[in-house]
């Protein structure tokens, strides 16, 4: 039986367990789930490679590191030159709606892999949007609307069902039913839905059914039809609960990945990370730690996810996103095995600056930017035994610079690290942050790079 009908048996068998009467298999038709035909499925990668035979030159292959929300303002222009992109995204985030799914719920985060899988979804149909825009769609930040909202949601009573067919409103509504049932089966922790991503939920859900974040991934790249040859990845596969922690220059232990770049105290509210209150001292670097841990002796070191090295082996280009450094990019960076692959590879290595300060780069310069890359890949400040000593040119070779940022970009620390290959793309100024590269630009640059 093919890996989703199978899948699809599953909801069905658990479609009955909650009394929720689903179709048989039998009777789904799925036109447009399979567009390429399927060489293989792999959900230990959460992959979905396809075989989509041309007769022109296969396009770019492209590795990315980024966070859930700095890269994706790129991914629709990324599409029109490649979608052979493996994005590679961290589980450790622990704000919004993603914190009080793992606090009720437990395991990893995955609110940016959510996110990124919403970017890359189809929207060449009308059904596409309706899916896409019921799987985007955030509740009221009111706690009692937002629970009204959620229960006719679930129920099937919402206009964002407006447009989704049978077949998918079944699926989608089997997994958002289990996760309602995951959490009523906790009555001494009560959720909160306000601000909830209905995406987030169905996530969590089909990640607990399948007791699998790979598998998880899977079902969401089908239902939200991302590109075939697309991968997103989590840099660690994991079903248990992530946190990241960071160590100062003056020894201060700071946990979790909110109150690292942008400490809300508890409150919703909207995130401006350039303006958060400032550290009391230059981060030196982010490491992982035990869910009750609070200092430099709960440091653990989680493997990363495999698939993520076999693409690092064969990629084109290597992509450093623009976004939060330490706790968007640097946490897939300080993993084993990482340093190792890109520092023995010869291919293209592309840092994308930031146009703008943050909380977690302030006072930073271009090459500022590059050390802590450089140190991450090397796990430089960790453990001794696992250090590497690789100069900065041996994971970035290639530098690019939003017009009118505001990072300096001192051109000649950048050629001493052995960077002398900087390019400025053209930017645009948005009123919440601040300088961003123009997309159109900034794609049209890789592409260049890349022929």
Known sequence: MPLFSS???????????????????????YPSLFRCKPHHYSLMSASVSAECHSSTVDPPSLLVFSGGT??????????????????????????????????????????????????LSDESTSEALAVRRLLGHRLPIDAHNAKKDWYDIVEGNHSLWDGVSRPYRETIRAFLIYF????????????????????????????????SLDAAIFLFSRVSEIPCDSLVLPVISTNDRLTLGCEL????????????????????????????????????????????GNNLLHEVFPP??????????????????????FTSVCPSLVLLGV???????????????????DRETSGFTASCFVTA?????????????????????????????????????DLKQLSEQGISDVRVVESVRDPKHGVLFNPSSLINTLASLLE
């Open 7 to 29: 899948v699809m048996a599953e909801i069905c068998f658990f479609g009955g367990l909650v009394h929720y009467k689903a179709p048989s298999p039998s009777s789904l038709h």
């Open 70 to 119: 700095g890269f994706n303002g790129v991914v629709e222009e990324l599409k029109k030159i490649t979608t052979r992109v493996a994005h590679v995204l961290p589980v450790s985030d622990d704000g919004g709606s993603t914190a009080e799914i793992v606090r009720v719920l437990g395991g990893p985060a995955v609110g940016d892999i959510r996110s990124r899988c919403l970017r």
């Open 180 to 211: 309602q049932n995951e959490i009523l089966r906790r009555p001494n922790d009560s959720f909160c839905f306000a601000n909830g991503s209905i995406g987030n939920f169905f996530f969590a859900g089909a990640r607990i059914f399948f007791q």
């Open 249 to 292: 220059q003056d020894g201060t232990i700071i946990r979790g990945q909110n109150e690292i770049s942008h400490p809300t105290n508890g409150t919703i509210q909207t995130v401006d990370k350039r303006h958060s209150s400032t550290l009391p001292s230059k981060i030196k670097r982010v490491f992982y730690m035990s869910s009750e």
């Open 304 to 325: 990363v996810n495999p698939t993520v090295l076999e693409q690092l082996k064969s990629v084109d280009c290597i992509v450093y996103a623009m976004g939060s450094l």
């Open 339 to 357: 340093g190792e692959i890109i520092s023995s590879r010869s291919c293209l290595k592309v840092l994308l600056l930031n146009g703008s300060q």
């Open 373 to 409: 890359i450089a140190d991450a890949l090397n796990r430089t400040h960790g453990d001794p035994n696992i250090r590497l000593k690789n100069p900065p040119g041996y994971y970035i070779n290639t530098l690019l610079v939003p017009k009118d940022g505001d990072i300096a970009v």
